[in-house]
């Protein structure tokens, strides 16, 4: 789910990656993940459905979402078509924050409301809620001293009576397996005040006792959405997506299904709640599109194609502008390969491709390429997929029924890393990277008598560990697998017919579940999956064979489904 809270900090906060609204000039609001904010006049915020409007957040006449309009105060107001906390099973209110139903807590912060027709918040139930934090004792009031009688001596005046310690929150239901921080911690009660003139004047109480945190509200699973069944987006070859560092912005792309050379690049600005073909109308449309990459912010980003027939090679594209335009950069031409796969470095200057049996790297951003196997022991290979690291010089790819390698300086120099090991020789199917290349996992599919698994290395790649071996996940037809940028946070998608299934594991490997198992999203013919940088919004694309009487399949078609 797409979390939006604390609006206001977000849209000024150095974090948000922000995006530009109309033509406008001056400095625009926000930074990208990777410390440079978009440039004003994209319009980005029409193009995704909204109108730019001078008022107060909270005052669209429809939704608004965490898109920026450029430095003036303006606001990007969305119809309202987006619902996030009725997705997540609440109920959007009218009401001011702390006032839902009873068996409901106020998680407006971690849900939006978008249908409620003015200010509200998102009611969740309340199970598995942290508990409420204990609040500061409060003291009797101290009474006025007796005035003594004449020429007596003075009273004490009374003392002050202790505050009362504010109670801390419990912590707050949310569909992610991150577990929610405790309940604000209670406020302490104010200062006793002091006595009666009359005396010499009470004694001042401390405040009351601070009351604690609440316990750390413990998360569920979240629920996989179908974001394109019955949309223009919707039962399409799928092949590839990818994801930048927020989740939000997303790409995938579609590849040839028979007869229909509708090819082409979409993306998303929504964390997958809408999704707009860039492609279609252009030079790049009609192409078989076989594999995607974003940088960390999904401003620039890289496809690459499989070339008619499928033959070896493939055709480079880039966009640094979201996706908006692509320009060819090259064609690879082999007699080998069964490719390509592509991957990018955090700011998209280094990108890496896998065609025509050997690895290009290139270090402008695709303007020009390296082969950088030509000539060597590893050259005409059949790379099945790789990846790169934040910085682009750690990389991991690995060969169909065969090895895993390794390169420390972007691609110039090659180790196998499996020779003459047990892991050695698997089926492998996909490979991901944490953002230091240094958690590694493998995903591969039935070798001969054994059972497709999923292998996991903490140390680059040197040595590799089989994480489920003898579990309920080995023996999967795994077909893609992607890492959050710390490598403790995995997804995995396997195809093994009916029991096509997403599997996901918050241990780096160390267990694993299964995440689609008996609901709608189950079944699917899983082709990529990809993940933000903490693992919490996921993305996957499928792409079914359909068939009909006499033919097997006769095309391709599938959806975006999102976590």
Known sequence: ?????????????????????????????????????????????????????????????GDWSPYSCESSMLFCCLPLTYSPCETAGGTCIQAPPGTCPS???????????????????????????GASGV?????????????????????????????????GTGGAIDTAEIPDSGGKTGRGGLTG??????????????????????????????????????????????R??????????????????????????????????TWTNRTNGTPASGQGWASVASDSTGKHLVAVTVPAQASPGGDVW?????????????????????????ASDATGNRLVVAAGGDIWTSTDSGATWTDQTAGTSIAAQYWVDLASDSTGAPLVAVMAAGDIWTSTDSGATWTNQTRGTAVSGQDWQGVASDS???????????????????????????SWTNRTKGTAASSNQWVAVASDATGAHIVAASAD???????????????????????????????????????????????????????TPLFLQGDIWTN
């Open 1 to 61: 789910m797409l979390r939006m809270s604390t609006r206001i900090v977000t849209l000024l906060g150095a974090g948000f990656v922000g995006l530009a609204c109309g033509n406008h000039s001056g400095l625009h609001l926000g930074g990208g993940s990777s410390g440079g904010g978009q440039t004003a006049g994209q319009n980005d915020c029409e193009e995704a459905g909204g109108t730019c409007a001078q008022v107060a957040p909270g005052a669209c006449l």
């Open 135 to 167: 609040g500061g004792a409060s003291a009797g009031a101290g009474s006025s001293g007796t005035a003594g009688g004449s020429g007596g001596t003075a009273g004490s005046g009374g003392a002050g009576g202790a505050g009362t310690g504010g109670a």
């Open 318 to 342: 880039t966009s640094a502008d979201a996706g908006a335009t692509w320009t060819k950069r090259m064609t690879v031409t082999s007699t080998a390969g069964v490719g390509p796969s592509v």
């Open 240 to 273: 590839d997506v990818a994801s930048d560092s927020t989740g939000i912005h997303l790409v995938a792309v579609t590849g040839l299904r028979g007869y229909d050379p509708d090819g082409n690049i979409w993306t998303s600005a929504d964390a997958g709640a």
């Open 436 to 462: 230091t290349g240094t958690h590694l996992v493998a995903v591969c599919g039935p070798a001969g008598s054994s059972g497709g698994d999923i292998w996991v290395s903490t140390d680059s790649g040197t």
């Open 103 to 129: 068996g409901t807590i106020d998680d407006s912060g971690q849900y939006e409301c978008s249908n409620a027709g003015g200010p509200s918040i998102c009611c969740m139930p309340s199970v598995d809620g």
């Open 497 to 551: 017919g009916s029991a096509n299934d997403i599997w996901t594991s918050s241990d780096s490997g160390m267990t694993w579940t299964n995440r689609t198992k008996g609901t709608a999203a189950s079944g699917n013919e899983w082709a990529a999956v990809a993940s933000d940088a903490t693992g919490t919004h996921l993305v996957a694309v499928a792409s079914d064979g359909v068939p009909l009487p006499g033919i």
């Open 193 to 238: 005040a002091g006595g009666g003139p009359s005396g010499s004047g009470g004694v001042t109480w401390t405040g009351g006792v601070v009351g604690t945190g609440g316990t750390a509200g413990k998360r569920s699973n979240g629920v996989w959405i179908n974001r394109t069944a019955g949309t223009a987006a919707g039962s399409l070859p799928w």
